[in-house]
C-alpha cells in the first residue's frame, strides 16, 4: 500500500539546511493501523507531509498503491490527495461558515466526476458519510454548532467520503478532553478493524498509539523503533 | 469543479463578509453610475447644442467684417470692422453673380429699453431687409413682415419674437400696437412664431427692423454699420459652393487679391456645428476619463480586498488543498469572487446611472437619451476589471504552498 524507499527531506531555512528525514525505509500493507511517534522535531510531521502528499521527497522513491508519486506535479498530486488521501488534523480543519454536509461533499466537489456508485449523489454520499461518524442528526450545522468531537466526526467524514486507500490522522486528539479522544480513537479502530481501513496515526501520546496495532518511533529523522503491539 | 460550484464558493465567500463586500462594490458602483452620467450628460448637451444651432436657419452662411492681418499690425476683434456695405449684399443677391446664394441680408444691431405703457424689457434690435424670415428661417404667425417700401422709407415698424411679446404685452393683440425703443416710437406691424431654444441663445428675444429705420434712429452717431451679412444656400450641398462664390464676389469688391488679407470673415451653419460638436465630444471624453479613472481606483480597491481576504482564508485554502483543490479550482474561486464583486457593482451602477441621468435629463430639458452602448461598454469594463484586479490575488492564493498554508494561524 505505502512503500517509502531512502526519503530524504532537507529544507533550507536562510543558509542553514535542516535534514528532517535522513533515509527513510518504511513499508504499511493494507489493513494496518500504525502510529509514527515522536518528539517534536523527530521529522514526523515532515514525514506525515510526504506520505500525504502535500509535500515530495527530497530523494527517495515513495510508491503508494504501486504508483511513483515521488515525481509529480502540483496538480497531479492534488488529484492524489484527492482520491487516496483522507486527512484528520488536530485543529479539524472545517471550512468556516459552511455546514457539515458541505464540508463533508468539498473532495467530492474537487473531484468532478460523478459519483462512483450508480444512483447516489455527493449530498447523498456525504449524509452516509456523516451517519456512519453518527452525526446524520447534525448535518445542517456549521462548524461552530458543533462540539470539538463532532467537528472531528466531521472531519473523519470528510476523510472517508471519497474513500481513500489510507486515512492519515495527525494529532487528531490533541485538541480533544479525555472522553473525546477515547471517542475518536474508539473510531478510529473500529474503521481500521470493522472496514479494513489502513490508517497512519500521528501523534506524541502513548495513550493515543496504544490503539495502534503497529509503532513507529522516529528520532532525528530516523527510525529507531519499528514494532508490532499487541 | 463546475462552474455552478465555483460560483456557489465565491458567493459563501462574499456573504461572509456582508459589510466589506458591499463597501468595495460601492467603488465600482460609483465608477461605472458616474461613466453612465457623465457620457449621458455630455450626449445631453450636444444634442441641445445642436437643436440650437440647427433653429439659426438652414444652410445659412455668416459674413462678418474683419480686419485684414498684417497690415495694421492690430486686429480690432470680431465683427468691429466697418468693411461691409449695401453693395456688398446687393452683389451676393446678384444671381449671375452668386447663382447658389438664394438670398443675403444685412444685419445691423442696436440694444435698448423696450418700453409699452409702464412695461419695459431688453431685447436686441436688429435692422434688416424683407428676406430676413426666408434666410433666418422665421415664420411670421400674425400680422406682416415689412416691405421694401417700408425699407425705403425709413418707416417706423418692428416685428416682434414671441419672448418680447409675452414680456411686454402679456394678453394685449400687440399688432397695432406703439412701444418705444430708446425713447423713440415704433408701431408692431408683425409677430414671429416661437422657435425655440432657451438661455442666452434664445432665437425669440428679438425685435426686427428695417436696416434704413434701425440706421435713422438707433444706431444714432455709428453711422450705417452693417454688422453682419447673412447669406442662405439653395441646398446643404451647395453650402461650399455659396462660400466660394461669396468670398469670390467680396475679394472682387473689396480689391483685394490675396485671401488671407481679406478684411471679411465667412462662417457656415456647418462651421458652427462642427466647432460646438467637437468641443461637446471634447466634453464627452473628458468626463468618461474622469469616471474612468474611479472605475480603476474601483478596481484597486477590489485588489486591496481580495488580498486581504486571501491572507485571512490562507488557512481556508491549505484545506482545501489538503482536499484535492488544485491550483486552477482556487484560482477560479477567488477570481469568481473578485469578478461578482465588480459585475455586481457595474450592474447596480448602470441601473443608478440611468436613473440619476434621466433625472437630470428632464430636469435639464433635453429627456432622457440612453445609449445602449453605454451599457454594454460599463457592463464589459466592469467585468474587466474584476478580471484584471482579481487575477494576481487569486493567483497568490493559488500559489500557496498547502504545508504552509494548513499551518497558518
Redesign the interface.
Known sequence: MIALEGITKTYRMGKVEVHALQGIDLRIGEGEFVAIMGASGSGKSTLM?II?C??VPTSGRYLLDGADVSRVD??QL??I???KIG?V?QSF??????SALHNVE??L????RKPAAAGTTRASRATQALGAVGLADRIHHQPTELSGGQQQRAAIA?ALV?DPAILLADEPTGNLDSASSVEIMRLLSALNVGQGRTIVLITHEQDIARFARRVVELRDGRIVRDEKVA | MNLFEAIRMAANGLLANRLRSSLTMLGILIGVAAVILLVAVGNGASVQINAQIQSLGANVIYVFPSNARGTGGVSQGFGTGQSLTQADVNAINSAQQAPDVVAAIPIAQSGGQITYGSQNYFAPTIGTTPAFPQVRDYQVAEGSFFTDDDVNAKHRVVVLGQTVVDNLFGTVDPIGQTIKINRQSFRVIGVFAPKGGSGLGSQDNVVIAPITTVWAYLTGARGQVISQIVASATSAASVAQAETEITTILLERHQISDVTQANFQLQSQQDILNQATSIATALTLVLGAIAGISLVVGGIGIMNIMLVTVTERTREIGIRKALGARGRDILSQFLIEAVTLSLLGGLIGVVAGILVSAVIGRLAGWGFIFDPATLVVATAFSLAVGVVFGVWPARQAARLDPVVALRYE
Do not use: S, V
Not at chain 1, 93 to 98: A, F
Not at chain 1, 109 to 112: A, K, R, T, V
Open positions: 507531509n500525504g502535500l509535500d502540483d496538480d492534488a488529484g490527495r484527492n482520491r486527512f488534523f480543519n472545517l471550512i468556516p461558515r459552511t468539498m473532495p466537489i474537487y473531484m468532478g470528510r471519497t
